[in-house]
């Protein structure tokens, strides 16, 4: 996997000998975006087992469930995660006579499917929502959903790079404190690709909107529960209230994956909490007084009622959430 701390200054490749390197690069944001999360832990699943030396399915049963239980233990918030180690563990129950050799292949072919699926549902996302791209106007995004962010493409992005294709876009990246995925990430993989990208500090997000050079805001997202309620990068909310307040259209871009239609509201999502070092520090330079109290979630709920669309691989879903997301997953 590309060492996503180290960009844009590096392009370095990070390989992960065991479940455990996988599950350290998905803590420490090695790799990070929901998608991108639940296909590595699909591979760190089928790693831990390709790597195991246990001689039977009974003697491997404990270990695989460590493995699952460790990685699950990563990160809270993204759905994706919990999505992609569940089916692992459905393949593994629906082996139950099976050789130790036919378990490896099958988990290394199953963790293989979930990339290639990934980039596929990718690009049908960006294909629906580049129909909504109005035909004038700048993009707004946060963090990064782009390739990096998912098995390649993009969630977010992908509806961007589908746009490209048509029609001549430029891009806003919000630098997206703490972390600066905006900044890193987005900014570079839209630079990469040759498509305009102007970066914006999180703070200047109203400013820009109120000017009317925005036509369309989209970002990715972690957790969407039942109602629509959308668990993203922290500054989500406050970018989609502006959007609103703007008259700005505000879409969402997930796969189905990161739909949770067991919570009610977003309400009921959980949200990592992370270091305070994160706000304190920047590129390892202290920029806060030492000892002060930091609070630091790293993700934040933006009520459905901001949302003017979900757009996911079958299709788009409009408000009232709780009907059309049902019919997405279900029809
Ligand atoms: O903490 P991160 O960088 O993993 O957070 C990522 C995001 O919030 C993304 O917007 C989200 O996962 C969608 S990625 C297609």
């Known amino acids: 996997m590309i060492d996503q701390r180290a960009l844009p200054g590096t392009v370095n490749y990070l390989t992960c000998e065991t479940w455990r390197d996988v599950a350290e690069a998905i803590r420490n944001l090695t790799i990070r975006g929901a998608p991108a999360i639940g296909v590595a832990a699909a591979m760190g699943v089928a790693i831990g087992v390709a790597r195991s030396q246990k001689k039977t399915r009974a003697e491997l049963a404990p270990e695989f469930d460590e493995i699952c239980r460790e990685l699950a233990a990563t990160r809270p918030t993204a759905v994706n995660l919990f999505w992609a180690i569940d089916r692992m563990k459905r393949l593994f129950s629906s082996m139950p006579d099976a050789t130790i050799t036919e378990i490896r292949e099958a988990m290394i072919a199953e963790a293989k499917r979930v990339l290639d699926e990934d980039i596929a ?6 294909q629906h929502g580049a129909a909504l791209v109005p035909a004038s106007g700048s993009l707004m995004t946060h963090c990064n959903a782009g390739a990096l962010a998912t098995g390649g493409y993009g969630t977010a992005l992908g ?7 048509q029609r001549a876009v430029h891009v806003f990246s919000c630098e997206t404190r703490p972390v600066l995925q905006g900044a890193r990430l987005t900014a570079w993989e839209l630079h990469e690709d040759g498509i305009p990208v102007t970066l914006i ?4 997000a109203g400013s820009v909107l109120r000017k009317g050079e925005v036509g ?13 309620d959308v668990a993203n990068k922290i500054g989500t909310y406050s970018l989609a209230v502006l959007a609103k307040e703007n008259g700005v259209p505000f879409y969402v871009a997930a796969p189905i994956s990161t739909l949770d239609l067991t919570l009610r509201s977003g309400d009921d999502i959980p949200i990592e909490q992370r270091a305070g070092s994160e706000i304190t520090h920047m590129g390892g330079v202290r920029i806060a007084p030492e000892g002060v109290a930091v609070f630091n979630p790293a993700f934040d709920v933006t009520p459905n009622r901001y949302v003017a669309g979900i757009i996911t691989e079958r299709g788009v879903a409009r408000a009232p959430y709780e009907e059309s997301l049902k019919r997405l997953t279900t029809g």
């Open 121 to 126: 549902i990718c690009r049908r996302i960006g």
């Open 159 to 165: 509806v961007i790079r589908a746009a490209a294709e």
């Open 201 to 204: 500090t999180d703070n200047m």
């Open 216 to 228: 369309m805001i989209v970002v990715g997202a972690d957790r969407i529960a039942a109602n629509g």
